[in-house]
């Protein structure tokens, strides 16, 4: 079975520094990796996502993240967050077989000091 | 502008009543889910439908209902015989037209709280 696993739970971090949330995944198939964004109350919104093609991905906000097939990760940066970055962050994998087979991570929050 | 609606925002709930939350969607999108998020534990699935009039079983089912009469809506019935309800639940939606790839639209979500 598919897993994701998000190995910092919170990531403070001075503004205009570079963040790295990580991101490592178990399948046996091939998967699709997406990074979804969440702020306080609010729904999920997607930032970015790798199908096929070029490993380094970028997405909104300045955001990008780096398929590694070898070490099955997706880690997330970007080299100078802002105050607004302040939000949760969720990694999550798909094989595309199923529509229910989009398994989640538990979450980076990553707080933003000013 | 195209979008999923998810209502009432908030709502209270005292234990024992079954509430049940709206999602309506206007993006023509085929699947529609239902997700409960608890702090530390990321989404799990509670139901999903592909198609009008079918819906799946996710990971933790037990002690909700869905129905799928309309392309459009996806209600959750949250039952008292859910043991502990008090979460946020988001509602999404999904077009697999991008290389089979399941990319995810989400509602503002519910915030269910049972007194």
């Known amino acids: 079975a598919q897993s994701v696993t998000q190995l910092d739970s919170q990531v403070p971090v001075f503004e205009e520094a570079p963040v790295e949330l990580r991101c490592n995944y178990s399948s046996s198939v091939s998967v699709y990796l997406f990074w979804y964004v969440q702020y306080p109350n609010q729904g999920l919104q997607l930032l970015l996502k790798?199908?096929?093609?070029?490993?380094l991905v970028k997405g909104i906000n300045g955001f990008e993240a780096e398929f590694n097939k070898s070490q099955t990760s997706f880690h997330l940066r970007k080299p100078s967050v802002h105050i607004s970055d302040t939000a949760e962050y969720f990694c999550?994998?798909?094989?595309?077989?199923?529509?229910?087979?989009?398994?989640f991570g538990p979450g980076t929050s990553l707080s933003v000091i000013p | 502008d195209g979008g999923i609606t998810q209502s009432p925002k908030y709502l209270f709930r005292k234990e024992g009543q079954n509430v049940t939350l709206s999602c309506e969607q206007n993006l023509n999108h085929d699947a529609m889910y239902w997700y409960r998020q608890d702090p530390g534990q990321g989404l799990r699935l509670i139901y999903y439908s592909q198609i009008v009039n079918d819906f799946q079983k996710g990971d933790i089912a037990e002690g909700y209902s869905v129905s799928r009469e309309k392309k459009e809506s996806f209600p959750l019935t949250v039952t008292s015989a859910q043991k502990n309800p008090t979460a946020f639940y988001l509602c999404?939606?999904?077009?697999?037209?991008?290389?089979?790839?399941?990319?995810?639209?989400f509602g503002a979500g519910s915030r269910l709280t049972v007194l």
């Open positions: 999550a994998v798909s094989d595309g077989t199923s529509y229910d087979k989009v398994i």
């Open positions: 999404a939606s999904s077009s697999q037209v991008v290389s089979g790839a399941n990319v995810l639209t």
């Open positions: 790798y199908l096929s093609g070029s490993t």
